[in-house]
C-alpha cells in the first residue's frame, strides 16, 4: 500500500491526494491501458507521477483562435490534455503559460464533462 511505500520513501518521493499517475511499468496515455498494467504487475510496480498544481489561465480571445488542440485521454474522460499549442494562436500571441501535456480542468466554469468543456473551447 502507498503508506507502507511513503513510510520508506521520504517526502520528496512519497504518493500524495491529487498526484497523476501518468504512467505503469511503461505504459502511459490510456487511463484504461494503466489499470490494466495496474492489475498485472509483479512484485515491483514502476509509476510515473506527475505532481499538479492548479493555475487559472485567462485568455482573450477576441483577438483570434485559442490556438490549441486538445484530446481526452479516455472516452469520456476528464480533464482534457493539451495536444498541441499553434505558434499563430491567441495563446503563444499573448505568451499564456499553457504548454503541450498540460491538463485542462476547467473551462468557463465547466468541469468533469471533457465533451462539454472541448466543446466550450471550439
Known sequence: P???????????????AGDLIVG???VEISSTAMAAALAE??????LEIQRTERHQRKV???FGDLGISVRQQDEGSS???????????VVEMF???????DRI???NGIEGHAEE????IN
Open 41 to 46: 504487475h509483479g512484485p515491483v510496480m514502476r
Open 60 to 62: 482573450d480571445v477576441r
Open 95 to 101: 505568451g499564456v503559460d499553457i504548454r503541450k501535456g
Open 79 to 89: 480533464p482534457l490534455c493539451v495536444a498541441d499549442v499553434d505558434p499563430d494562436g
Open 24 to 26: 505503469v511499468n511503461g
Open 2 to 16: 502507498a503508506r507502507v511505500y511513503n513510510k520508506r520513501a521520504g517526502r520528496r518521493w512519497d504518493i500524495r
Open 105 to 107: 480542468m476547467r473551462v
Open 117 to 120: 468543456m472541448i466543446r466550450e
